[in-house]
């Protein structure tokens, strides 16, 4: 699929799960936000949501990606950083878990224009796990509060391009044979439980000029190598300029763990980036196994490309 080459890429880190000002910077690059220079504190919370500003020559789109777990953290987090919910151009849901939509319908209540969300069709199913700790869900995601709320959907099951330069890849190919969706996620259809093999979640990819892919996966319940390897089909790239992103390996456990950092060592990121879910004893493995490219990702943190 033929994907344009970006200019320049910013990516700010509105919420995800860690806050740390001890955090490295690298200049250029990974800019750590300083938090008493702020109008006030940033909160971290379980979720994820990724301001993600596109340049193509005099062109610019505003992308949100995920929309946090709730409006509190978000909007607190928009307001602390200087970011404002009227300059965005378009919102992508990565997957049906209410902990990338919980604040989607209030961001829509505050915009002053119709708003254009793409995700796929599969995850308005009611999506629940089953943990040591019992059932937790269901939770649905509600069509028709989206559109009355004024969403313009766009629903794609396929690969599909937002205004022209950001691809996301819909349901992604599972090529990899240890990344597989954990036991315990289950989606409802027509009255009845079964398990969630993630159709619906989807990676955004983004080319950027002499750095190539910019792959960004919220949860990666489908695997975060099966993303990327299925960013390379798609685009017919392999340079890997980042990988972003919740992985979801902790709960997978240490044979998971091992096998997806061999399978990123594999690709070879300049950077790889993780937060939310990844969990403490994968992130402490990534930062073991690759010393010069790993870094956590932080609330308030930018990215920048190109």
Same mark, same amino acid.
């Given at each position: $699929?033929?994907?344009?080459?970006?200019?320049? !890429?910013?990516?700010?880190?509105? !919420?995800?799960?860690?806050?740390?000002?001890?955090?490295?910077?690298?200049?250029?690059?990974?800019?750590? !936000?300083?938090?008493?220079?702020?109008? +006030?504190?940033? $909160?971290?919370?379980?979720?994820?949501?990724?301001?993600?500003?596109?340049?193509? @020559?005099?062109?610019?789109?505003?992308?949100?990606?995920?929309?946090?777990?709730?409006?509190?953290?978000?909007?607190?987090?928009?307001?602390?950083?200087?970011?404002?919910?009227?300059?965005?151009?378009?919102?992508?849901?990565?997957?049906?878990?209410?902990?990338?939509?919980?604040?989607?319908?209030?961001?829509?209540?505050?915009?002053?224009?119709?708003?254009? !969300?793409?995700?796929?069709? @599969?995850?308005?199913?009611?999506?629940?796990?089953?943990?040591?700790?019992?059932?937790?869900?269901?939770?649905?995601?509600?069509? @028709? +509060?989206?559109?009355?709320?004024?969403?313009?959907?766009?629903?794609?099951?396929?690969?599909?391009?937002?205004?022209? $330069?950001?691809?996301?890849?819909?349901?992604?190919?599972?090529?990899?044979?240890?990344?597989?969706?954990?036991?315990?996620?289950?989606?409802?259809?027509?009255? +009845?439980?079964?398990?969630?093999?993630?159709? @619906?979640?989807?990676?955004?990819?983004?080319?950027?000029?002499?750095?190539?892919?910019?792959?960004?996966?919220?949860?990666?319940?489908?695997?975060?190598?099966? $993303?990327?390897?299925?960013?390379?089909?798609?685009?017919?790239?392999?340079?890997?300029?980042?990988?972003?992103?919740?992985?979801?390996?902790?709960?997978?456990?240490?044979?998971?763990?091992?096998?997806?950092?061999?399978?990123? +060592?594999?690709?070879?990121?300049?950077?790889?980036?993780?937060?939310?879910?990844?969990?403490?004893?994968?992130?402490?493995?990534?930062?073991?196994?690759?010393?010069?490219?790993?870094?956590?990702?932080?609330?308030?943190?930018?990215?920048?490309?190109?």
């Amino acid at each position: $699929m033929e994907v344009p080459e970006l200019t320049a !890429v910013n990516i700010d880190i509105i !919420v995800d799960n860690f806050i740390d000002v001890f955090e490295i910077s690298r200049p250029g690059q990974v800019e750590r !936000v300083i938090l008493g220079r702020l109008k +006030k504190p940033v $909160m971290a919370a379980h979720g994820l949501s990724l301001l993600i500003t596109l340049r193509q @020559d005099d062109q610019e789109t505003r992308i949100l990606m995920d929309t946090a777990n709730s409006p509190l953290v978000l909007f607190n987090n928009l307001e602390a950083l200087g970011l404002a919910v009227d300059e965005l151009d378009a919102i992508f849901i990565s997957h049906g878990h209410p902990d990338h939509y919980g604040g989607l319908l209030e961001l829509l209540a505050r915009r002053q224009k119709p708003t254009t !969300v793409y995700l796929h069709p @599969d995850c308005y199913y009611p999506k629940l796990l089953i943990t040591p700790r019992g059932r937790i869900g269901p939770w649905t995601l509600e069509r @028709d +509060k989206l559109v009355a709320a004024g969403a313009e959907l766009h629903e794609n099951t396929g690969p599909a391009l937002i205004n022209g $330069m950001a691809l996301i890849t819909g349901s992604v190919e599972p090529t990899v044979p240890y990344e597989t969706p954990l036991p315990g996620a289950k989606r409802v259809i027509a009255g +009845k439980e079964e398990h969630d093999n993630f159709v @619906d979640e989807q990676a955004l990819v983004l080319k950027v000029a002499g750095q190539g892919l910019v792959v960004i996966g919220a949860c990666s319940h489908p695997g975060i190598v099966n $993303m990327v390897r299925y960013a390379q089909k798609l685009t017919g790239v392999e340079r890997v300029a980042a990988v972003i992103g919740g992985f979801h390996l902790t709960a997978g456990g240490d044979e998971l763990i091992n096998n997806t950092i061999a399978g990123l +060592k594999e690709i070879n990121p300049a950077l790889i980036f993780a937060g939310h879910c990844t969990g403490f004893r994968a992130l402490a493995a990534l930062s073991a196994s690759f010393p010069e490219s790993f870094l956590v990702s932080c609330v308030g943190t930018k990215l920048l490309f190109g």
